[in-house]
């Protein structure tokens, strides 16, 4: 293509490769696969330590074990509920990341939203328009 040529709505303008948005696409996609197994991790630990925030309560109400244990138990709890919870955002940010990178790759091909002649060619084929300094 060169300025001056004639192009239709939807004629193929220029394609970027997209070899690398692909590669952290795919990426991504496993860090979220992994994401996904470390809140099932993080929810059978919430799990068991609500349990044993349970049975410590029901130990000291009934005078089994001091109020130590109990504590314990509420902050084992406290700070699996925080694993569990900062797994769920992992979740929300991997997810974030594998759709930006799906973007990139399904834009990588441009085309002519209009009818027309082209003016200007900002970019040659096979060159960047990035420059070092």
């Known amino acids: 293509m060169r300025e001056g040529d004639p192009v239709k709505e939807?004629?193929?303008l220029l394609q970027i490769d997209k070899k690398r948005a692909a590669a952290?696409?795919?990426?991504?996609?496993?860090?979220?696969?992994?994401?996904?197994?470390?809140?099932?991790s993080?929810?059978?630990?919430?799990?068991q330590a609500a349990k044993d925030l349970e049975r410590a309560r029901k130990n000291h109400d009934a005078g089994i074990v001091p109020v130590a244990d109990y504590q314990r138990a509420q902050s084992s709890y406290d700070g699996a509920k925080g694993a569990y919870q900062a797994a769920e955002q992992r979740i929300v940010q991997n997810r974030a990341i594998v759709n930006a990178y799906h973007?990139?790759?399904t834009k990588s091909t441009v085309r002519s939203p209009i009818s027309g002649i082209v003016t200007t060619l900002r970019v040659k084929a096979g060159r960047s328009r990035c420059s070092a300094p």
């Open 10 to 12: 939807g004629d193929f």
């Open 42 to 47: 993080a929810r059978a630990a919430m799990d």
């Open 24 to 40: 952290e696409e795919a990426g991504s996609a496993a860090a979220l696969q992994g994401s996904v197994g470390d809140l099932d």
């Open 103 to 105: 973007d990139t790759v």
